[in-house]
């Protein structure tokens, strides 16, 4: 079945350290997108990238990285610079205009820092 | 202001009720809208897609104004399944490029 694929779905990161979130889609879509969701919120933008080996700041992008080397991969770092990243965080791809232009998700990775 | 806003909520209405949901968006060149559902603690699913010629799907209708920017999705004879959290999307570009997300409206229907 085409989807998208996160993990890990659950992580701990202690105060300091630098953690990476994997995000990997077969339903070859140009389009990659991470965003964060705190408890009662509306999602905000990290980054986005709409090709191979270009990413976009997003409107939340400070403390966090990501690279596109691959399609299908899309991974985000979130760095010791940001300092409050106990989130909930989801990666999305995009369908083109000729199928829909429909954003789908995966089941998304629920970070907590201790 | 921001660029996707939603009705405040949190809406709660009986089993049965009809209820409607508005979204704005600023961007006037904004080319493609959908509506989502999120359950707690899940990610958003499509609920449909927004067409200007408005559009139905069983008990779930949306519709999209440009002259006045905004979405509406109207959810008929509610169950208690429907509640959830509905997000609008607005995308700029046709192919790709930045979607933008409303904060979202709860939804809970009671018996």
């Known amino acids: 079945d085409g989807g998208i694929t996160q993990s890990p779905k659950y992580l701990f990161r202690k105060e300091g350290q630098n953690v990476t979130l994997s995000c990997e889609q077969n339903?070859?879509?140009?389009?990659m997108y991470w965003y964060r969701q705190d408890p009662g919120q509306g999602l905000r933008l990290i980054y986005y990238?709409?090709?191979?080996?270009?990413?976009q700041k997003g409107d939340i992008a400070e403390g966090y990285s990501v690279s596109r080397e691959k399609k299908e991969s899309f991974p985000l770092t979130v760095t010791s610079a940001q300092k409050n990243p106990t989130a909930f965080y989801l990666c999305?791809?995009?369908?083109?205009?000729?199928?829909?232009?429909?954003?789908?998700f995966g089941e998304g990775s629920w970070l907590t820092v201790v | 202001r921001k660029e996707v806003e939603q009705d405040p909520g949190p809406f709660n209405v009986p089993e049965g009720a009809t209820v409607a949901f508005n979204c704005t968006y600023s961007?006037?060149?904004?080319?493609?809208f959908f509506w989502y559902r999120q359950d707690c603690r899940k990610e958003p699913k499509l609920l449909m897609s927004?067409?200007?010629s408005g559009n139905e799907d069983g008990r779930f209708t949306a519709q999209l104004n440009r002259a006045s920017q905004y979405i509406s999705l109207l959810i008929r004879d509610s169950k208690l399944s429907d509640s959830a959290t509905y997000l609008c999307?607005?995308?700029?570009?046709?192919?790709?490029?930045?979607?933008?997300f409303g904060d979202g409206t709860t939804l809970t229907v009671k018996p």
């Open positions: 999305a791809s995009r369908s083109g205009a000729n199928r829909g232009n429909t954003i789908y």
């Open positions: 990238s709409q090709i191979v080996n270009d990413f």
């Open positions: 999307v607005v995308n700029r570009n046709t192919n790709a490029g930045k979607s933008t």
């Open positions: 339903l070859n879509h140009d389009a």
């Open positions: 927004v067409y200007s």
């Open positions: 961007n006037s060149a904004s080319q493609s």
